[in-house]
């Protein structure tokens, strides 16, 4: 059993930065891929950015392109999202979430494992 919890989250204006963080414990970290996803009111929850075990493979939505960076660092089971040109529609609860090693972690129905989710709210 794997557990996550995420910080990092808050207000901050259009433009500005913020960088979430996700710790794990309870399982082998660098066995599962880590993602990002997000959830706004009224909205589905929806992929933001996904890392593999090793670490050597990335992929974001392109929504993010360009200002959104994952990283992970396999000795401290940690994995970051550093957010940078933050829109408004970039405001929604943030979650972090474990996949099994060969799953590709970008639609939610393939997480093993949710951490509670952090708020970020950008405004205009």
């Known amino acids: 059993q794997v557990q996550l919890v995420e910080s990092g989250g808050g207000l901050v204006q259009a433009g500005g930065s913020l960088r979430l963080s996700c710790a794990a414990s309870?399982?082998?970290?660098?066995?599962?891929?880590m993602g990002w996803f997000r959830q706004a009111p009224g909205k589905e929850r929806e992929f933001v950015a996904v890392?593999?075990?090793?670490?050597?493979?990335?992929y974001n939505t392109d929504s993010v392109k360009g200002r959104f960076t994952i990283s992970r660092d396999n000795a401290k089971n940690t994995v970051d999202l550093q957010m940078n040109s933050l829109k408004p529609e970039d405001t929604a609860v943030y979650y972090c979430?474990?996949?099994?090693?060969?799953?590709?972690?970008?639609?939610?129905?393939?997480?093993?494992?949710w951490g509670r989710g952090t708020q970020v709210t950008v405004s205009s």
């Open positions: 890392i593999s075990w090793s670490g050597e493979t990335t």
């Open positions: 309870g399982g082998t970290f660098n066995t599962y891929n």
């Open positions: 979430a474990a996949g099994r090693a060969w799953v590709l972690l970008t639609t939610p129905e393939l997480a093993a494992y």
